[in-house]
């Protein structure tokens, strides 16, 4: 089970989207953005029957995507945080650490799940959108580290070498 708790009103509590066998990550919504360490106000854009709240950034900002929401994962756990497959195409967002690691003692009242994204052309947010997703993985079992003088391995030639031939 993964304990919910809103931290901001406006949060939507996610939802298993879809069979399990198709989708391995739960979406999240945003429900605040800060741009370069404040508080970004929205702006409403109305369409026919469609309220929308929208921010905007320029390229070169740093976007953090608040989700509104604390969880506390299952016994054993950890989070990955990271940006849907799509958000990318739609707003030119990279996350800048890759993913988000959230371990199983950030669980607090206060504890929002966040990321830190980097802003590669001006665009725009629409609070309540979905553009994260995360997954639960079980946490790494205890390994013993043990300095050796050798690993008795031949080297493979550093990053991008699977396939190139050792010389």
């Given at each position: 089970?993964?304990?919910?708790?809103?931290?901001?009103?406006?949060?939507?509590?996610?939802?298993?989207?879809?069979?399990?066998?198709?989708?391995?990550?739960?979406?999240?919504t945003?429900?605040?953005?800060s741009?370069?360490?404040?508080?970004?106000?929205?702006?409403?854009?109305?369409?026919?029957?469609?309220?929308?709240?929208?921010?905007n950034?320029?390229?070169?900002?740093?976007?953090?995507?608040?989700?509104?929401?604390?969880m506390?994962?299952?016994?054993?756990?950890?989070?990955?945080?990271?940006?849907?497959?799509?958000?990318?195409?739609?707003?030119?967002?990279?996350?800048?650490?890759?993913?988000?690691?959230?371990?199983?003692?950030?669980?607090?009242?206060?504890?929002?799940?966040?990321?830190?994204?980097?802003?590669?052309?001006d665009?725009?947010?629409?609070?309540?959108?979905?553009?994260?997703?995360?997954?639960?993985?079980?946490?790494?079992?205890?390994?013993?580290?043990?300095?050796?003088?050798?690993?008795?391995?031949?080297?493979?030639?550093?990053?991008?070498?699977?396939?190139?031939?050792n010389?």
């Amino acid at each position: 089970m993964i304990r919910v708790k809103k931290v901001r009103e406006n949060a939507i509590i996610p939802e298993r989207q879809g069979n399990i066998e198709k989708s391995s990550c739960i979406d999240l919504t945003v429900a605040k953005v800060s741009i370069n360490g404040e508080y970004a106000e929205h702006y409403t854009v109305y369409s026919g029957n469609t309220v929308k709240r929208v921010v905007n950034f320029l390229k070169g900002d740093v976007v953090v995507l608040h989700t509104g929401l604390a969880m506390q994962l299952p016994p054993l756990t950890e989070g990955w945080l990271m940006p849907r497959s799509s958000t990318f195409k739609k707003t030119g967002l990279i996350q800048t650490n890759s993913i988000g690691m959230i371990d199983n003692a950030y669980c607090g009242d206060n504890d929002e799940w966040m990321a830190v994204m980097y802003a590669t052309r001006d665009g725009e947010l629409e609070i309540g959108e979905r553009y994260l997703q995360f997954r639960t993985m079980p946490c790494m079992k205890p390994q013993d580290i043990v300095e050796v003088e050798t690993l008795g391995n031949s080297s493979r030639g550093g990053f991008g070498s699977t396939d190139k031939e050792n010389k």
